[in-house]
């Protein structure tokens, strides 16, 4: 599926596409690269705001786009996972892609291309951004639930996540 249908589907409209060189300013003022992935969706809309059918999340366009420590100030993150030791990863790795209009959670991915954990994606919230789940080890993979998931709750399209 592409994020333009999924738009459609939960009864919002997106921006026009953005350019490859809007891409590349964002990147570069984020300090890394976006996941393929969410690249792609880029080049299909720059992002939506706003409520729809069935979610009350925003996806920021490229002019909106930061790290977690950038909006938030938080150097490390602590990501914990099921069944895997809880590590800690720079905040300034992380591009917040997703974030709700209420209970205030948001999405992250990582951006920075030479990390071992590049393209993985965490949930958190604005109350304790410094803490986070991780949603999916890769963008495709949080790409795929989504997707497969759309007409639930969209936090709940993720196994494992804070609910």
């Not at 951004?129 to 993720?158: C, V």
């Amino acid at each position: 599926m592409r994020i333009t249908e999924f738009f459609r589907l939960i009864g919002a409209s997106a921006r026009a596409a953005a350019t490859v060189e809007e891409i590349a300013h964002a990147e570069a003022r984020l300090g890394g690269v976006l996941p393929k992935g969410l690249r792609d969706w880029y080049l299909e809309a720059d992002g939506f705001d706003g409520e729809a059918r069935t979610l009350w999340w925003r996806f920021p366009s490229l002019a909106r786009l930061h790290t977690v420590g950038q909006r938030f100030g938080v150097e490390m993150i602590e990501v914990k996972s099921p069944g895997r030791e809880t590590r800690r990863a720079p905040g300034a790795h992380y591009a917040i892609f997703c974030d709700a209009l209420i209970y205030l959670p948001f999405y992250a991915t990582n951006v920075r291309a030479g990390d071992a954990h590049f393209g993985e994606v965490i949930v958190s919230d604005e109350e304790e951004p410094d803490k986070a789940w991780l949603a999916a080890d890769a963008f495709d993979q949080f790409e795929a639930e989504l997707f497969t998931h759309y007409g639930e709750a969209f936090i709940s399209a993720i196994p494992d996540a804070p609910h």
